[in-house]
DNA sequence: ACTGATTATATTGTATACAAAAATAAATTA
DNA sequence: TAATTTATTTTTGTATACAATATAATCAGT
């Protein structure tokens, strides 16, 4: 009757694949948790077929490795955001070029959320910039991929204080102002610096 | 008794997701085919299961896409080798920076062997060319993801009479000697030409 | 002949049973 | 007691049945 709030005629797999993203995204199963599929299964109210699908899922978008909800370690960081870097820092260079008008005036806005909105406003407008960047690269396999890191990234995330980085908006206008001008090379190299910043506060507050 | 020749106690899944894998890669199932569960089951002697996850598997890889095996496009060639040259030109950079002794090594035999081999040898040695250099990003996040693209990769050569692609050993050894010199602007630099050359020898054989 | 509704068919999604393998616990021996 | 075997239990892999959905075919009515 009420299991489910939200049953309406989604696939078995969808609900599932979602619950169990979500519960370890909010770490109601802690990182390291073996995952037992009849487990969960039970838990969920449906089958291990679709239960199967939504870790082997899971695993490709790397959270649950081996059965395990996947414990990310300080080399996970790096490696992701430097991947990041090439892939965000190529998205920004296209920006430069090849941005419509519309996309660059969200981004703008963007911005200007970042300096004036609600907490969880500005947290939505930031993760937006670099969506809306993204999407310049005009690669579907780049955003395609860009999008599978959310998860791990937004897992990071849980992990640190984050709403207080310091001159996170200033370098966002930097990258912004940089497009509007289309200065490829500025635009690359200010991203590249940003996530680079973004990796050394995340490695700053773990230790 | 012989239906499979390779009936290895491999587990079903295994082995279904591979010869799937090779049907596409040599063409035996031709692009755009739809795929039907139960009649591959029924043809590799397996249930629809294990056939179901190779699937799955081959559809993150990018060779099936909606169940049909993927019809690579020349957009789809051209976000390919972008992303290439996104990693293995980091890839030629860290080398330069960081690659051992031994690893280099190898890489210089790979030339000598594109010189000298057999065509076969010669194949083989220009793919672990590109191998060990990515390899040297150190980073398993990338490495993971250049080698789920190869099998894509692979299927856009067998569109393209490859094996007399000019200039490509030549190529090759300039990157080798700037990896050498510790070079690792010139490196990542040559890497990328490499790869619009050999995009741009696709392109033109295509048309 | 074309369009839309209706039926039939094919295909996928899901649950479930059972076998194979892995992990754990118990028992034996040195 | 520690190490090694042998049972026992848990968990996964695979096959299969059935239900839900999508696709194709048939048939009416215009």
């Given amino acids: 009757m009420m299991q489910d709030s939200n049953n309406k005629s989604l696939s078995a797999y969808q609900q599932s694949y979602e619950a169990l993203r979500d519960m370890i995204l909010t770490g109601t199963i802690k990182q390291g948790t073996k995952l037992v599929e009849e487990k969960l299964a039970t838990e969920l109210g449906v089958s291990r077929t679709p239960i199967r699908e939504s870790i082997r899922k899971l695993e490709q978008e790397g959270l649950i490795v081996n059965k395990r909800v ?12 430097e991947l990041r870097k090439l892939l965000e820092g190529h998205g920004a260079r296209s920006a430069a070029a090849y941005m419509s008008e519309q996309e660059y005036l969200a981004l703008e806005r963007c911005v200007k959320i970042g300096r004036s909105g609600s907490l969880e406003a500005i947290m939505e407008a930031n993760k937006e910039f670099h969506e809306i960047i993204m999407r310049a690269s005009n690669n579907t396999l780049m955003i395609d991929l860009f999008d599978r890191m959310q998860s791990v990234i937004y897992l990071f995330r849980q992990t ?9 908006i200033d370098e966002h206008q930097k990258i912004c ?12 190299q200010l991203m590249k610096e940003h996530l680079q910043a973004d990796l050394d506060f995340c490695l700053h507050q773990i230790r």
Avoid at 177 to 188: F, R, S, V
């Fill in 160 to 168: 640190v204080v984050y709403h207080n980085r310091p001159f996170l």
């Fill in 177 to 188: 102002e940089a497009i509007g001008a289309h200065d490829g090379d500025t635009a690359e």
């Fill in 70 to 81: 996947v414990k990310l370690s300080e080399t996970d960081l790096r490696n992701t955001f």
